[in-house]
């Protein structure tokens, strides 16, 4: 069974909680992995469409609604043609947006909390700014080209039905309204209605439930990212740490090996925690308008007249 429906994105805009959402329900089977990257994978594609389904929904089991959520889809160009060719013109597509400044933020936090990135938060986006601007079509990072939502958007409105499409934003559907945008995601991929049990408070777009804060009391946008962008729990890493220094760690593991073998970016950012040097946290209200204004003005513009709800609060409150 190929997926009738598709979570395209964008990154660190709740992609994980509508796939936690929609896991819990009966009706609904999920790819396996959850992010199979298929659709851009020209490995992957070389070997055919009926590879996909084998590979990753042999475990489907009747279920009437069948999908895949992978962030990427939505920014890699050439992955709506992909996907209106090889699924057709009924697939339903699921979409929520982020302000970009916070989106962007969110990724690079999660960058820095991977050892991938060194830089402050300003440089990383001056230095993506420039590569932009000299013709680099996908930046390595896509700190800015992932919020340019109206030029990702426009591609699959050229080919699937405006119908076709559930647009979220994630200030208003996923911090306020979870239950409420839980019964339209249901009503909207053709499943009967359900209450999932309380879903398991792990999944990093909504850390802020892990402090023990409901959706009610989430209301303050200052309060949620604050909390939100929160450095990771480290509680693990010293009994890791001894795994490592008696050897009982594979130099095979990817993060061992980075340790061995340690990038450019993973010594520079050795340097930088050595020294003490100061790092982002927040993001305060003032310096999301402003980056949304200097790198993102123009397409929250034409975002605007694309999407049912309103974005200029994006740009000035």
Known sequence: ??????????????????????????????????????????????????????????????????GEKCPGYLYWPGVAERLYRDLGPDLKLIVTLRSPALRAFSQYRHNLARLQESRSFKEALETEANEIQQGTIIPRYGYIARGYYAQQLQR??????????????????????????????????????????PLKRDFSELEYLSFGLSLSNANSKENFVEINLRMPNSKSIPNWLKQLKRGKLSTNDPLVSRIYNPSAYLIQFARDFN???????????????????????????????????????????
């Open 156 to 197: 699959y409105f050229n080919l699937f039905d405006l119908k076709q499409l559930l647009i979220a934003k994630f200030e208003r559907d996923i911090v306020r309204d979870l239950n409420g945008f839980t019964k339209k995601l249901y009503d909207f991929i053709g499943v009967d209605s359900f209450n999932p049990s």
């Open 275 to 317: 020294s003490n040097k100061p790092k982002t946290h927040t993001l305060s209200r003032e310096e999301e308008l402003a980056i949304n204004n200097c790198y993102f003005k123009e397409d929250i513009k034409l975002l605007q007249d694309m999407v049912p709800f309103e974005v200029n609060s994006w740009l000035a409150d």
């Open 1 to 66: 069974m190929l997926p009738n429906f598709m979570c395209i994105g964008a990154q660190k805009s709740a992609t994980t909680t509508i796939l936690r959402i929609l896991e819990a329900h009966p009706q609904v089977f999920m790819s396996e992995p959850m992010e199979t990257r298929f659709f851009l994978d020209t490995t992957q594609l070389a070997a055919g469409i009926q590879k996909y389904e084998i590979e990753y929904f042999s475990g489907w089991s009747g279920q009437p609604a069948v």
